[in-house]
Structure formats: C-alpha cells, structure tokens
C-alpha cells in the first residue's frame, strides 16, 4: 500500500515510515497541514495518516476539507489527545480511525493495513458514480446524464480507474501499471490517444468536461 503520513515531529514521522516501510508498505511524508493537504489532494494514497496537531492547518480541518472535494481515502488521526470527546471530533471531521499517543509500532501497522483492506473492499464496488456519470461494472454500461455512452473495452478499464480515484491526480506511470499492466514505460503515446478517445466521448456533446490533464503530473476525473 501507499501510506501518507502527515507528522510535525521529525524523528516520529521517520519512526512511522521505518515501522511501515519494513512492513512492505511506500510512505511519503508531509510536515505541515497545507502539504499534507495538498498532497491528498494530488496523490492517489490508500491511507493517510494525519496528527491532529499540525503547523499552518490542523489535521481535523485538512481532512474536513479533503471530504468535502470528494476525496475518500481512508484517514487514522493520531494525537496525544485521547479522550471519547477528542476521538469522536476526529471522527466527526472524517477520520475513519483514531489512534491515542503513545502507541505500539505493531498497532499502527496493524490499524493502517485494517484500514487499507476495508478501501480495497469498499473499491469492489459494481457500480460506480462521479457526479453526473455513472458506471455499471457488471452490464459494462457507461452513462453520462442518463445517455449511454459506447466505450471499447480499454478505455472501459481506463475509465474505471479514473473513476474509483476520481477528484485525485492519476499519474502516467499508475496508468500504465494499472491498465495496461506494464511496469516499465514503453516509451509510446498508447495513454495520451486513449485519454484523448475517452475524452472525446465522456465530454462531448456535454457541457462541463469532467477529464482534464494536469500538466506535468498526470490526468484527473472530476465531478
């Protein structure tokens, strides 16, 4: 799994990333709320990890805001502060677990990859909805609007991954892992003709184009 942790303390986030990294796990770290945000924002996580206390932004506003865009990843809150009252602010902020300081390495592993089973579960889904377009795994239908939409079977699979980390940025290299199931670049244009096909159906004949490139990163599906 990719795991965000977003921690002030320098030798407590390095602690974190060594303890999860050895558990199998990529982890990126964040130092200040607005960082941590935007890189939630941008990246696509399986996890974050988010201390309430945070310079510039505090972890429960971060995250408050991250559900507001959409973004649905999975957040355990860590904090000195742990009373029934602090951990229900978390929960109520978005955090989908919380975790009192101090703790065992093996129980944040633990809570992390809990955590991480129950997104891929929860990514199982048949149906799947970003704003106005709709997708029906099993009938493999596409709709926008109501309006079938006529997809070929790769741009289907593309479309899919878009979809289960749509409001987040997709980068080139996850696509070609992800959906075309190369783990070296093939040095072709293969994705930038099959985004551009997808686009041209998903957004045309519509108002508001949902597929945008992000320049330099990758492409993103928005509501």
């Known amino acids: 799994m990719r795991v965000l942790i977003v921690e002030d303390a320098g030798e407590t986030a390095l602690y974190m990333r060594r303890a999860l990294e050895e558990a199998g796990h990529v982890v990126d770290l964040a130092a200040d709320g607005p960082t941590g945000e935007m890189m939630a924002r941008g990246g696509a996580f399986d996890v974050l990890v988010f201390d309430r206390m945070l310079p510039k932004k505090d972890g429960l506003s971060v995250v408050a805001d991250l559900r507001t865009a959409g973004i649905a990843t999975p957040v355990l809150f860590l904090s000195a502060l742990g009373d029934v009252e602090h951990r229900v602010e978390g929960l109520k902020a978005g955090g989908d677990d919380y975790l009192a300081k101090p703790y065992a390495a093996s129980e944040l592993i633990a809570r992390v990859e809990a955590l991480g089973r129950r997104h891929e579960g929860g990514a199982a889904s048949t149906h799947l909805k970003v704003g106005e377009l709709e997708m029906d795994l099993l009938a493999r239908v596409v709709r926008r609007e109501g309006r079938k939409i006529d997809i070929q079977p790769r741009e289907f699979r593309l479309l899919e991954y878009l979809m289960r980390n ?21 040095q072709t244009n293969v994705i930038d003709v099959h985004v551009s096909r997808l686009r041209s159906k998903i957004d045309r004949d519509f108002d508001k184009p949902m597929l945008h490139t992000v320049r330099g990163a990758g492409y993103r599906l928005e509501a």
């Open 166 to 186: 749509a409001n987040q940025v997709v980068t080139r290299t996850m696509l070609l892992e992800k959906v075309w199931d190369y783990h070296f670049d093939p």
